[in-house]
């Protein structure tokens, strides 16, 4: 069995994953302060929990624009194209790939090569994560953020508390996310072996 | 022909009574004041001159009359005093001096002003006032100094309860921090009643973030006085190191706004159901609004999809050990 090397994270996308996951981080820790304060007080105290989640928020923020334009010049974005594709039955492969295949060492189904580094569960999810969940999350939290620019009230009902009701509801998804994106990320060739593809860039491939 | 002739005279009649209507709005005594009180006329002969920003009089002795400018301090807005609760007052009832002659004499002067609670205190009508607890409250806040009294801040010849029969919560707020902000943003009237140096309210909250929006949504007594459950605004305004700096004593589960600033609010959403009083509120504090169904579901979520994952970890070790 040969090893070859795949250049499949360029530098810039390796910058703005770190500070990506630095930022998300730091928010989820700030955001659940937030959430979940008491009379007694918070595990981060109030007012440097939001200080906190005004800075992370800020910076993700412009890294987030960062990571949309890197996609659009750059030759990264294909892999986030022509992901509607034979969705059922790439998703399915690739599903009983993770619930069965794997215990039996079976060959990835669809392994990464230069063209397509992502298999179909892990597009889909990117995708949706991407340029829906992240838009979302900014959305709100920016009109947290300026609180005037929110209408007022929608229908009878509190346009600040919509808005923070989407706010929390789209952190808590993209936290399940991050969950389940580590524990995935574990199931490469080696446990440790994407993690180490995030961090040099290469991706090791079999023939 | 019959019919243009209606029309025109229909035309003609919406316009005088619109022009009527009118007039009787930029009048100066109205029509309605009539309906609220029985001593309109009566109050003119002090309004003659104290609803006016000139007044006049006369010697008849030299015959001459002198015309000046009426001290804006001790002008009483007309409109504001009939919208007032002590609308149905006299003039009199109040100043009982005798105050028809002018220049009003010594006697007159001298008279004791009565305090509220002179007229409101151990009286079953007002009961739901409080008027004693309120009393005793002010004479331990911090503004129980000479020369300081209940009107200053409640106008006597306009007040009126604004927090306990508001629609608008936050056009509520902005008339109660308006009454602080007459002394404490305004160093000339501070300066009448005190020798302290001038206090810049903004730039001795500036610890506050977002302090507009701040100040928009919550009140000054908020933070400055102790709350007392039994009365429906806290009176007894603290020194200013007692006063509320702890982020969470509103942003928190057991907020102090619910037993203050929406207290009213929330006692009345009690009884229409918790979801009523979630949703359809338009108060909403980050971190005081709890959603126990929401919060309850992401916990089960998020222990279900790590158990998922607890699962696969370990049928993988086990499977690929050898
Ligand atoms: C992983 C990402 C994020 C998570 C998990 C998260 C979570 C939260 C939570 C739980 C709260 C408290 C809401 C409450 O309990 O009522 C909150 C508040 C807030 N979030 Fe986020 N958030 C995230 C990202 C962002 C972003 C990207 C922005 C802005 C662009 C933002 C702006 C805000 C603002 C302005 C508040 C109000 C409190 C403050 O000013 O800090 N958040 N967030
Ligand atoms: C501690 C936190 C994180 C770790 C350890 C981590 C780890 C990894 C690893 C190992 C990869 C490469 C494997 C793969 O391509 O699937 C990856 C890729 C990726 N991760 Fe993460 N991640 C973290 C947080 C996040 C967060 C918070 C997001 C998004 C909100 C995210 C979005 C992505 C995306 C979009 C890719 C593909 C990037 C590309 O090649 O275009 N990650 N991550």
């Not at chain 1, 829906?132 to 609180?147: K, W």
């Not at chain 2, 316009?15 to 309906?35: H, N, R």
């Not at chain 2, 501070?190 to 977002?210: A, G, Q, R, T, Y």
């Not at chain 2, 929406?262 to 108060?283: C, E, H, M, P, W």
Request: proline letters at 3%; charged letters at 20%.
């Amino acid at each position: 069995m040969t090893t070859k090397k795949i250049y499949v994270y360029p530098v810039w996308v390796r910058l703005w994953h770190v500070l990506n996951a630095i930022c998300f981080i730091l928010l989820i820790l700030t955001g659940m302060s937030l959430h979940f304060t008491t009379a007694e007080g918070n595990f981060i105290r109030f007012d440097i929990s939001v200080a906190i989640h005004n800075v992370a928020a800020i910076i993700i923020t412009f890294n987030y624009g960062y990571f949309v334009m890197g996609n659009i010049v750059s030759s990264n974005g294909k892999h986030y194209k022509n992901w509607r594709k034979n969705l059922a039955t790439n998703l399915w492969r690739q599903g009983r790939f993770y619930a069965f295949g794997i215990f039996k060492k079976e060959p990835h189904p669809f392994p990464v090569s230069e063209d397509n580094k992502f298999n179909p569960l892990q597009k889909i999810s990117y995708v949706i994560v991407m340029y829906l969940g992240m838009p979302l999350l900014i959305i709100s939290g920016l009109g947290l953020l300026f609180p005037e620019t929110i209408a007022y009230t929608v229908f009878g009902v509190s346009g600040l508390l919509l808005t923070d009701m989407l706010h929390i509801t789209m952190g808590f998804v993209l936290s399940l996310f991050l969950l389940i994106h580590i524990y995935t990320c574990t199931l490469g060739e080696k446990p440790l072996s994407l993690f180490k593809g995030m961090i040099n860039g290469y991706h090791d491939a079999h023939d | 022909m019959k019919t243009k002739k209606t029309v025109f005279s229909t035309i003609l009649l919406a316009l005088v009574v619109s022009i009527c209507a009118q007039s009787a709005d930029t009048l100066k005594i109205k029509p309605s004041f009539y309906e609220v009180s029985d001593y309109v006329d009566e109050n003119e002969n002090c309004l003659k001159c104290h609803g006016e920003t000139k007044y006049s009089y006369s010697d008849a002795d030299r015959g001459k009359t002198l015309t000046k400018i009426m001290y804006p301090d001790l002008i009483v807005d007309r409109d504001a005093y009939y919208d007032g609760v002590h609308r149905s007052f006299m003039c009199s009832d109040c100043h009982m001096g005798d105050f028809e002659e002018f220049p009003h004499s010594l006697d007159a002067r001298m008279e004791d002003n009565f305090a509220c609670i002179d007229c409101h205190g151990y009286d079953e009508t007002y009961a739901q006032y409080h008027f004693e607890v309120i009393d005793a409250e002010f004479a331990e806040s911090i503004h129980s100094i000479d020369g300081f009294s209940c009107w200053n801040c409640h106008d006597p010849h306009s007040y009126k309860p604004n927090m306990r029969d508001t629609e608008d919560i936050k056009e509520a707020i902005r008339f109660n921090n308006g009454m602080c902000l007459e002394c404490h943003n305004n160093f000339s009237n501070f300066m009448l009643l005190s020798d302290k140096d001038e206090i810049n309210v903004v730039e001795s909250h500036d610890w506050l973030p977002n302090q507009v929006a701040h100040f928009r949504s919550v009140r000054c007594i908020e933070c400055h006085t102790e709350i007392n459950d039994s009365i429906l605004v806290a009176h007894k305004i603290l020194p200013k190191k007692e006063a509320v700096q702890q982020c969470a004593e509103c942003h928190s589960r057991n907020s102090r706004l619910m037993h203050s600033l929406y207290k009213f609010q929330s006692q009345k959403d009690r009884k229409a159901g918790y979801v009523n009083s979630v949703i359809l509120n338009d108060t909403f504090v980050i971190g005081a609004n709890p959603s126990p169904l929401l919060d309850g579901i992401s916990v089960v979520v998020f222990i279900l999809s790590f158990l998922v994952i607890l699962f696969h970890t370990a049928l993988r070790i086990i499977k690929l050990r050898n």
